[in-house]
């Protein structure tokens, strides 16, 4: 028995559960109207409403118990002081610094780092301003119109989401394009419709070696180079988010134009960083600093709000009473809004990727559950297919819903039957429908009994499926920057209390290493004896298909 699944705290929450289970939460609020009212919390232009949880006020008081029995507080501020906490790589985790518009100093192996995060937004200021007035221009003279942002992972996902979410701000000076994919379609396809002439390339590296990144990015020197530009034409076309500025600048990238990372920034946390050029780029910096400042606001909720009324803590905890005592094993999100529609894939990144762990912080092998399945999509659509499994399947998926009240150039009509579809299936999720009920809507038919109980029963819906609803008035940059970092945050919540290092990422490491190793092997420059049969078998079959004429 681990640590943690020996805690008073933890059996205690056992037996709640298990006297939980039984209970509907259709009665609960038929008992107590007021439920909603006891079971909301609000900051930072965010409305909670968890009052559709199988969940009552002595289990909440439980695992804030547990929280405080894994020393969450502690943890929580360890986090924002600059400690060391991703401790497999000996780490401060600090982007939270990125967003801080405090005047405090942050100190990071003694040397304060608030000065060089600020002269980086100050940078990213002045490249956007130039880039939008026209003043930034290519080899030829023209203004540059297009930008071509490749990465990978957080560094490709964060900044083309949180694009794409805050669609109706864009201010049109320049379209922006994300690439992130090895595969030579997308990045053929993005640049087949550009001119080199009037394109910018943005390469975002930490190493400036990434395999994707670094092949994407070559791809795009020789489109460039093919179009008429010389290799010292680089320098205006190309520029670069790296730590590795002697490999930048040795491609050709003017070493003014290279914007820094630091180790104390995740991949997956980094759009807050120079990372986030491309938002800024296609916004306006005035924008870009406005979810920051959305951010940090959730940063301060966050280290203040006692823990029963702190959004992140509530999520987090909420989603260790499902995962560990429901043995609900995945989670689905819902945004009820199509900008927002890449949500999803966020936020599965980066909670798969924190707390997909089997090991504790000592290097304990865990024997409980860690990290769910993230996974979802926009409404409505997923209401005609997989909201089938939501209501009628025997796997409990605990579920958020995420609606803004109001939308840029409403139509009333849409909007309305919008809101009704998300309220209308986080209703039907808790409340179900009885077999009763389905028998009694069959009376008119024409039906035998027996045909009658039969229908009714395929009709039947359960229902105490849990939810979550966030609802805010409009999806502006402060309230997505707000909304991401309470994600941030309440996947920090889970890994204090599972105990994991939520920051390292040593399978997506492995990854990476073997597939350098399987490109040498295709490239005929590894032995098979590197491989195993299978994987040596799969490289023969794709080189005798693609040998050289």
Known sequence: MSRLTSLPEWTKLSELAQAIKPAHMRDWFNDDPSRPEKMQAEACGLFLDYSKNRINDEALDALIDLARAQDFEARRDAMFNGSHINTTEGRAVLHTALRNFSADELHVNGEDVMPAVRNTLDKIRTFTEALHNGEYKGYTGKPLKQVV????GGSFLGPKIMTEALKPYHQHAVDVHFVANVDGCHIKDVLAGLDHEETLVMMSSKSF???ETLQNTQTAKQWFLDGGGKQEDIAKHFIAVSSNVKAATEFGIDEDNIFPMWDWVGGRYSLWSAIGLPISMALGYEHFEALLKGAHDMDTHFQEAPLKDNLPVLL???GVWYRNFFDAQSHVLLPYY????GLPAYVQQLDMESNGKGVT???EVVDYATGPVIWGSEGTNGQHSFHQLIHQGNTLIPADFLLPLTVPNQDDTHHAMLASNCFGQSQALMQGKTFDECYADLSDSDMEASERERI???????GNKPSNTLLFEKLDPYTLGSLVAMY???VFVQGVIWDLNSFDQWGVELGKVLGNQVLDGINGEQSADAFDASTQQLI??????????
């Open 149 to 152: 942002s490749i990465g990978i």
């Open 209 to 211: 070696s990434t395999q």
């Open 316 to 318: 987090g905890l909420l």
């Open 338 to 341: 199509h900008y927002l529609r």
């Open 361 to 363: 912080q000592p290097g």
């Open 456 to 462: 009714a029963q395929h009709k039947t819906m359960p």
């Open 488 to 490: 941030e945050h309440k």
């Open 540 to 549: 023969d079959r794709f080189r005798a298909r693609n040998a050289p004429e």
